[in-house]
């Protein structure tokens, strides 16, 4: 019993690590190093992915107690209209901001690297599979699949009244990032 323990909680480790190298292409050492990425640049995109991280964090607590108000409102006895359409009015003004840290977030990524960099980057993704959009698993940055989250470049709300997305690290928008998610 513990043996299958043992080998089940190491399998889960090993899942998770492959899932982080993955969803990152940029801490790939072999990507650092297909693209040249001086230590300089390795050091700014670090400090630029955990800055993009904690803000993201912080987003989406956010978004998760006006979801959480929301759905107090939506089961009391004598729903408040307005208070509704005013929770729903938040709700989209923390998704907008989400969205425009996801495109900052890109921005500064793309900023750091050389436009030879950034057209290489773009070549990996293509050929390892990474799909826009809201659904989908590949090498370079895992789908949701059933499960919440995503370790492309940024977060979302997953779907829109379930819980929120995962912690973003990449270099482009994730599989989470939207339809309406611009393009690397």
């Known amino acids: 019993m513990k043996k299958i323990s043992l080998i089940g909680l190491l399998g889960i480790f090993l899942a998770v690590a ?23 640049q390795t050091a700014k995109l670090e400090q630029l992915r955990y800055d993009f991280q904690a803000s993201s964090i912080k987003l989406r607590e956010e978004m998760q107690l006006v979801k959480l108000d929301l759905k107090r409102e939506m089961a009391a006895e004598n729903p408040d209209k307005t208070k509704i359409n005013k929770l729903v009015d938040h ?77 973003g690290m990449g270099p482009g928008p994730g599989p989470d990032a939207g339809p309406d998610a611009p393009d690397m």
């Not at 790939?28 to 990425?37: E, M, R, S, Y």
């Not at 969205?99 to 050929?127: F, G, Y």
Request: hydrophobic share 30%; proline share 4%.
């Open 18 to 40: 492959l899932q982080v190298s993955a969803g990152d292409p940029l801490q790939n050492p072999k990507v650092v190093k297909d693209l040249g990425l001086t230590q300089e």
């Open 91 to 167: 709700l989209s003004q923390v998704r907008a901001r989400m969205a425009k840290a996801r495109v900052n977030h890109l921005l500064d990524v793309r900023s750091i690297l050389t436009t030879e960099q950034w057209n290489r980057l773009k070549e990996l993704r293509a050929k390892f599979g990474h799909r826009q959009g809201r659904r989908g698993g590949n090498a370079m940055g895992k789908g949701r699949g059933g499960m919440r989250g995503n370790s492309g470049m940024c977060p979302n709300s997953g779907n829109r009244m379930g819980p929120g997305g995962g912690q």
